[in-house]
């Protein structure tokens, strides 16, 4: 039984009212394209009962696998399990293992149970449950016989998620992948150049000869804020002897960007600063004013972050600057606080404030105003101290207040990854 | 004439892939709740011919108003206004306004037009000219003759917009948005009632009688992360008088949920927390440790935070406990990091040594693995410390490292709240 295209239907009238953004879709879809299914469409549908019944029997009609998030909540509103089983000419049965799971839920919060969370427990006969580690709701897969006139066999897959996100990835990825991943026809491989320092038109055109000859594998760049990235995909069919041939498509691109690449893999750039600052067993911490913790709360996303990162001064306001980190107000005075020699002071005061190896400091404007035409939204100065010496960048970031934070959060990271390497 | 639904059509293989965030779907989705046009599907698909084909002919014949993005640009890959205008038989034409707007783009940025950049002035014959004020490719609005049984005069409406965001949403709110109002037929007025502190079923459940009995206004409840908000929507219909049903059932709920209601309308928790601080007149700080900056970054997205907000301390290793915030190493060896008493000390210590007439405090174990069975992975304790003393509240948060840490935020937030409210 192998699948050959697949579609996503996230169900909820928060989506269609735009109250929620669908970051549901763009997981699954990145999911399907690891597995090698192809997807063609992606629906969003509120949660009225003909509506989605007619949606979920077209896409059905279509496609081999329809994943299906959202709708699965304890309140009357949430129909999604019933409507899919209702399609696919099945019952709702209560399921006594996940009754169980969604009581203990509760438990381990010290909560009572609603008595509609039972509801939750009816789930189509003979699917298979997806545990929700997460939250209370399961998940289901099932299968739904779909003859067509050329495949009077034809069954489609339904998989059923919650609607939260974190909620959804976790069960999808502990749950629902590893049975789809038995289903796929073809493979795909792929490997992911990370960029920092170069943006995504210069960095396309420098390989632009080798996404011009594309075919096997295929090379897609694309830009996330700050970053840029090129996805190199070879497809290897089943049955297919597998070359490697991403390979010497890596090798042209580390000559063609050097230093800018800072991984071939999946590490995002905070990783890789972490790696090796435990590699070389040297401890950090940061000082930060424009960026006000983005750079240590980003950090700590890392588990096992405590093993390099002991803490961080938030210094928003200047007596911050002066009374933890000792910058002179003759510096605040006269250059101001969003100044290369503030950066230095912060990031020397801090070191030696919080004793590690290194620190590295953030200032800068992040708008929404300027300071002055000199000192214009998106100037940061970021400066990275340790026993050899102090250095200091000046860079100047594009965009609105919360990218020019998010950028100045990976100029920090980039800076350890480039004192490091 | 008048429009009754709408559909959003997004067209991009970048979409399909997972590799961009569909943020215009959500963008148009709210300008069209705003406008009162009920919107019923998003959908995405790729850049092929016959996919794109047949969903706009499948959307014409279900919806009023068609909206599509993406697929303007100036490469082969770009489809989108040549398939729309097929499907509603008109011809694409050259036009010379448009072309000289694309021209005088490249002019601006000192750059030379490339050649294929000249496609994107060939538009449907008779359509509504879109201008970009932002990029190159013009829009276009056109109609689609589009007769059903029912309704032999049937007329379905495109609107064709360009898939960078920031020249979509420019030009619909510019150029799309004032037609479309002239057709809207009613309008919704939406209240959000914002709870924390009280799960989505259990919220549901405490006005069970209230969602049963909807029909005009309607109540929809849904949970993000940590908190629970219930939209609240009446419709108007043109002509109509326009009575105000809502108060009567966010009185309902005022009463029903106390305290728990944080906002009425449009702000999220850290924006009461603000606004509250700035009316009160006290200044702030934070002593963080698992949340390790998040607090404070998430703080300073508010625009102004410096008139409240001094600086933090984020205290993820121990010596940093002691040394920056004076915990005492009898309470780190005996109850350790995350206890009641390190959380008291944390906000003491951290209200001292930044000056500030308030200072909350996160302490507490995000995972992925617990301590001991006693302090389990989404123990948190958290204080709040002024000039009256401090408050110290233990938590039990499930979920993700992620999750445990924003919810955790959340907490410290409405702590403000709390004592100040």
């Given at each position: 039984m192998s699948i050959k295209s697949a579609e996503i239907i996230c169900v909820g009238t928060e989506l269609l009212m735009g109250q929620t953004l669908n970051t549901n879709s763009r997981f699954l879809a990145r999911e399907l394209a690891s597995l090698g299914i192809p997807s063609y469409r992606q629906i969003v549908v509120g949660d009225n009962y003909d509506r989605l019944y007619e949606q979920i029997k077209e896409s059905a009609g279509r496609s081999d696998l329809v994943i299906l998030t959202g709708?699965?909540?304890?309140?009357?509103?949430?129909?999604t399990m019933g409507v899919a089983a209702d399609v696919a000419g099945k019952e709702l049965v209560f399921d006594e293992e996940s009754f169980n799971n969604i009581t203990e839920y509760f438990r381990r919060l010290f909560r009572n149970m609603p008595k509609n969370n039972r509801k939750q427990a009816m789930l189509p006969e003979g699917a298979t449950i997806l545990k929700n580690n997460n939250g209370t709701a399961p998940g289901a897969m099932f299968e739904y016989s779909c003859p067509t006139t050329e495949d009077p066999d034809r069954v489609v897959h339904f998989v059923l998620l919650p609607g939260p996100p974190s909620e959804m990835s976790l069960m999808f990825t502990n749950e629902a992948r590893p049975i789809l991943e038995k289903m796929s026809d073809s493979k795909f491989i792929t490997k992911f150049v990370h960029l920092f320092g170069i943006g995504e038109s210069a960095a396309a055109e420098r390989i632009s000869d080798l996404i011009d000859a594309q075919t096997n594998p295929t090379i897609a760049p694309y830009a996330s804020e700050g970053e840029c990235m090129f996805r190199v995909t070879q497809r290897v069919d089943n049955g297919e002897e597998e070359k490697d041939l991403i390979t010497p498509i890596l090798d042209v691109m580390k000559e063609r960007f050097g230093q800018c690449i800072?991984?071939?893999?999946?590490?995002?750039l905070k990783q890789v600063a972490y790696d090796l600052l435990l590699e070389k067993n040297k401890t950090v911490c940061f000082a930060e004013s424009c960026t006000a913790g983005m750079v240590s709360s980003e950090f700590v996303d890392i588990p096992g972050a405590s093993q390099v990162f002991m803490g961080s001064v938030v210094s928003y306001g200047n007596k911050v600057k002066t009374n933890l980190l000792g910058v002179s107000d003759d510096v605040l005075e006269n250059l101001g606080a969003v100044s290369r020699e503030c950066a230095q002071e912060m990031a020397e005061g801090a070191r030696k404030l919080l004793g590690t190896d290194i620190a590295v400091s953030i200032t800068g404007i992040a708008g929404p105003t300027g300071e002055s035409a000199a000192k214009p939204v998106g100037l940061v100065y970021l400066a990275i101290a340790d026993e050899k010496g102090t250095d200091v960048i000046e860079v100047h970031l594009s965009g609105n207040r919360s990218r020019v934070r998010h950028v100045a959060v990976l100029h920090a990271f980039n800076l350890i990854r480039m004192r490091l390497s």
């Open positions: 709708g699965l909540g304890p309140t009357t509103d949430d129909i800072y991984e071939i893999g999946d590490r995002p």
